[in-house]
Every structure is written in C-alpha cells, then in structure tokens.
C-alpha cells in the first residue's frame, strides 16, 4: 500500500542542473535508498544508491556531478543532478529497499538538450 511520489523532472540544457526527490507515503522500514535510469533502448541501470550502514555508491559516469542524499525522516530521497550532459537523458526511478521487499517509484523524464 506504501507509494513513492517522485518529481523534479524536466526539460534542461546542457550545463543545467535538477533536483529529483523521492517520498514513501507511510512509514517503512526502509534499510537502502536508491536511483536508476533507463534511456530509451536501454536497460535501466544504477545511478546512486545509499546502502544500508550509509555507504554511498555512484555510477562512473555522474561522479562529480550527482549527489544523493535522504531526508532526516528517512523516508525522501533526493538526487542533485548538476552539469547535466544530454547522454544523461532518461526515466529516472527511485527505489527503496524494504524489509517487506522492494518498492520503486514510477518514473520521472529528464531530458537534456544540447
């Protein structure tokens, strides 16, 4: 019954930034916090995750440029996307890890212009 509510997507220019969040809509033992993306014809790949102990990991490619974060409550997680890049340019979905099993976010577009 829990849902996540994800927004910040949009429409941005190359250089530009965007801050995603994510909230669970009740309370959940969540034990790891993460983003993904899947551009089209593409898998959906991992973009940054916290890991249960707070262990942070980060795709390659937006190392220095992306930082997730959670909320105190725990229950919001939130991806700053700076210096965008148009191979950037996907369906972002958060995903939490529960102990009643995972739960993931519907999707929101960010595009990236040139």
């Known amino acids: 019954q829990v849902q996540l509510e994800e927004s910040g997507g949009g429409l941005v220019q190359a250089g530009g930034s965007l801050r995603l969040s994510c909230a669970a809509s009740?309370?959940?033992?969540?034990?790891?916090m993460g983003w993904h993306r899947q551009a089209p014809g593409k898998e959906r790949e991992l973009v940054a995750a916290?890991?249960?102990?707070?262990?942070?990991k980060y795709d390659e490619s937006v190392k220095g440029r992306f930082t997730i974060s959670k909320d105190k409550s725990g229950n919001t997680v939130y991806l700053q996307m700076n210096d965008l890049k148009p191979e950037d340019t996907a369906v972002y979905y958060c995903?939490?890890?529960?102990?009643?099993?995972?739960?993931w976010g519907q999707g929101t577009q960010v595009t990236v212009s040139s």
């Open positions: 995903k939490m890890y529960t102990s009643w099993g995972d739960i």
């Open positions: 009740g309370r959940i033992p969540i034990n790891a």
């Open positions: 916290i890991i249960s102990g707070g262990n942070i």
